[in-house]
């Protein structure tokens, strides 16, 4: 190891100094035998860390929390939250630590954050730890919704802790090394609003402001324009996860950022067949957070971030509250644009060759299409590009009812698609339920070869490649229903 290769990187400690109240100073516990499975060059290059460096004894140390950087405070965040409708005033980071900031090569400030370090005072009954197949699902689902320009939460390293954890069986422990450019969460809000100290709640939103949403402090009223800010980047987040079929699983207000990155991947999933009921989290019996839910449930919880930000909107909440609501009004508006935008482009439209209203009608007219199915979502779009180019076949192949099909066709095609758009929007590659389970579990075996081959296709989405063939079809039909557990 190369102590001056860490130097190169200074840990800040600004969440922990200016929000002392809602971080607990702690430590991770001791790994036994820690063991890097997989490592994000790239990010560690970005981050002005060396991957030599993270490699080596002390930087794997590092990486469970074991060896604390200079200028590094770790702390364990507090926060409140909604968790399937039911309130928690008291939640926090059970199994995980902020280790600090960094200012990566293009000058952000980004939080160093470690899940399965073990126990800290919010952990409850929690064992506070986490096991190897859900922290390498984080790495690989969070580093696919980057490839795919979706904002989230970024994976630098997964380390095996070399201790045994209690799950359904025993099973490897591991920690995640986490990058985001914070992990400030609507339960953030709610936790500071229930101490009822303004003081702290004020803190928080400009802190919020400072990281996030700088034009914000120049506004009339900086906190109205704060919670436009989060609605609006809310909004685009989750148009953006319909668009790829993407399914959280989790939508608690705890798993919901201020910044709008996709955060904490649980039960999350990406459908394969077109289902607007699909839900693959084994404890969401009544499927609260199914795909077709998901702007609904955004709107909800931006609703609990209004109510908790209220007393900053106006010193009078009730004059606070019609202001909120008028901001929380505008989701609806901006998601739908976002949504039929980002539709459009798929269909390889929106160049100008075509009517709003038609192209709108021909979105729509897909998605009935689509529901008519069974029809996988991501390949259908793939295959209509090649439709685009000239090639009906592949998407025809797809589809049920030809005739509505071929009628949609004929009108879709008159509108002149452009291919290239639609190759640039519409993915190849994406983490499908299969390949994942297939990855995790070889690696829980000790075997990090089909995880490899899996980043690497998932990494570059748009670009279809040779010898990737299998990462580019749809489920086995022997795959059958698909479940993820909360149990991570
Ligand atoms: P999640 O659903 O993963 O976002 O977690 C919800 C809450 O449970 C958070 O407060 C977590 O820190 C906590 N938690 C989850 N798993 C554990 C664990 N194994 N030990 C302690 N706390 C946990
Ligand atoms: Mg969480």
């Known amino acids: 190891m190369t102590a001056a290769a860490e130097s190169t990187v200074t840990f800040d400690g600004r969440f922990a100094r200016e929000l002392a109240e809602l971080a607990v100073p702690w430590q991770a516990e001791e790994a036994p035998g820690p063991e890097l499975l997989v490592l994000n060059d790239k990010l560690a290059w970005d981050l002005g860390l060396d991957p030599q460096y993270l490699r080596s004894r002390e930087g794997v140390r590092l990486l469970v929390g074991n060896h604390v950087p200079a200028g590094a405070t770790p702390v364990a965040q507090a926060y409140a939250g909604h968790q399937f409708g039911g309130y928690s005033p008291l939640l926090g980071d059970g199994r995980a630590l902020l280790l600090g900031e960094v200012t990566d090569q293009s000058g952000r400030l980004l939080d160093i954050h470690l899940k399965g370090s073990g126990r800290t005072p919010f952990a409850r009954a929690g064992d506070g730890r986490a096991v190897v197949g859900p922290m390498l699902r984080e790495y690989v689902v969070s580093e696919a919704m980057h490839a795919l320009h979706i904002p989230t939460t970024r994976s630098l390293a997964v380390v095996a802790t070399g201790r045994q954890v209690r799950r359904d069986g025993m099973l490897p422990g591991a920690v995640l090394a986490r990058v985001a450019s914070s992990h400030l969460r609507v339960g953030s809000f709610q936790y500071a609003r229930a101490t009822e100290n303004l003081d702290l709640l004020k803190r928080l939103a400009d802190h919020a402001i400072s990281r996030h949403y700088p034009h914000a402090a120049e506004a009339k009223n900086p906190y109205l324009a704060l919670f436009g800010s989060v609605v609006s980047a809310q909004a685009e987040l989750v148009a953006r996860w319909m668009l790829v079929g993407f399914v959280h699983g989790v939508m608690n207000t705890d798993n919901m950022t201020i910044s709008g990155e996709t955060i904490d991947y649980g039960p999350c999933a990406f459908m394969d067949a077109f289902n607007p009921a699909a839900v693959y989290s084994s404890i969401d019996v009544s499927g609260r957070y199914a795909y077709a839910n998901q702007p609904v449930l955004a709107e909800w ?188």
């Open 301 to 488: 919880n931006l609703a609990r971030l209004a109510e908790a930000m209220l007393p900053l909107i106006d010193q009078d909440q009730e004059k606070a509250v019609a202001p909120a609501v008028e901001v929380l009004g505008g989701f609806r508006g901006q998601y739908s644009k976002s949504w039929s935008g980002g539709m459009k482009r798929k269909l390889g439209l929106g160049g100008g060759g075509e009517s709003a209203d038609d192209a709108s009608a021909l979105v729509d007219d897909a998605i009935a299409i689509l529901k008519d199915g069974p029809v996988d979502y991501t390949l259908f779009f793939r295959n209509l590009g090649k439709a685009a180019r000239g090639d009906l076949r592949p998407v025809r192949g797809m589809v049920l009812d030809l005739a509505a099909f071929d009628a949609w066709a004929e009108r879709w095609q008159a509108m002149k698609p452009d291919a290239d758009l639609m190759d640039s929007v519409n993915p190849v590659y994406i983490p499908r339920n299969h390949l994942v389970e297939e990855a995790l579990s070889a690696a829980t075996e000790g075997n990090l070869a089909p995880l490899q081959q899996l980043l690497e296709a998932i990494g570059a989405p748009f670009t279809e490649r040779p010898g990737l063939e299998r990462y580019a079809e749809g489920a086995p039909e022997d795959f059958g229903n698909y479940m993820t557990f909360c149990g991570t």
